[in-house]
């Protein structure tokens, strides 16, 4: 039996692996700079139609890998996470013709998009609660699912024949804007908010301290007990 050369071992790392990684980075890459683009599109389109000053929309803040976004009385947050992701070995996505043909279709970026009470950026309450809401995984090939709950979750899972472009990405823009704007504040429980310390009161204007936060009640069907 011939004896593993080291050497050739990491040249074929570094000439597949690595190469196969900076492919789906700059395929997500692009993904993600499109979808600030229509985010900031979508906006401006939904304030030319409704005149009221009350309703919040505008773009908070938008940097290479992130976008924040005010919706009503929400906050969504888009971000690109800088790494490379690669299916966990149970997944059944592993069992389709598309990836068993090529593994390294299993690769994916991601972008996690979180939902957040604008009140909590506006009075700068650092206990409030955000909510991942969805995530947005995108292969080298632009064939892309969406893990989320309600219709964020069960919309876009065609992986084998989804390929992202500008109509699937403002389907979800759209979506998950719909999404947060129908979940509301749940009124705590009053036990847990009948007791404050007197530093709790005298900090009442800059942050309460008493966590407020939308209670979505999901876990990604990914995630571990």
């Not at 030319?48 to 906050?75: F, K, P, T, W």
């Not at 709950?149 to 069960?154: D, M, S, W």
Request: hydrophobic letters at 35%.
């Amino acid at each position: 039996m011939k004896e593993e050369n080291p050497h050739e071992r990491l040249v074929h790392l570094l000439k597949t692996k690595s190469a196969l990684k900076q492919d789906v980075f700059r395929t997500t890459h692009e993904q993600f700079a499109m979808l600030k683009t229509l985010i900031e599109e979508e906006i401006g389109i939904l304030r030319a139609q409704i005149d009221d000053d009350r309703v919040r929309l505008s773009v908070m803040n938008s940097s290479e890998y992130e976008i924040q976004v005010a919706v009503g009385s929400d906050v969504l947050i888009f971000h690109m996470h800088t790494n490379v992701f690669r299916f966990d070995d149970n997944h059944p996505i592993w069992k389709t013709s598309y990836l068993e043909e090529d593994k390294d279709l299993g690769f994916c970026g991601i972008i996690n998009i979180y939902n957040f009470l604008y009140d909590s950026f506006h009075y700068s309450r650092q206990n409030d609660q955000g909510y991942l809401i969805g995530r947005l995984l995108i292969n080298k090939e632009k064939h892309y699912l969406m893990e989320g709950k309600g219709e964020i979750g069960y919309l876009f899972r065609d992986f084998v024949n989804g390929v992202l472009g500008q109509d699937e990405l403002r389907q979800i823009i759209q979506r998950t804007f719909c999404h947060a704007l129908e979940f509301d504040i749940y009124t705590p429980p009053y036990d847990l908010v009948s007791q404050v310390t007197v530093y709790d009161m005298q900090n009442l204007i800059s942050d309460l301290k008493l966590k407020t936060g939308k209670r979505l009640g999901f876990r990604f069907e990914m995630d571990e007990d």
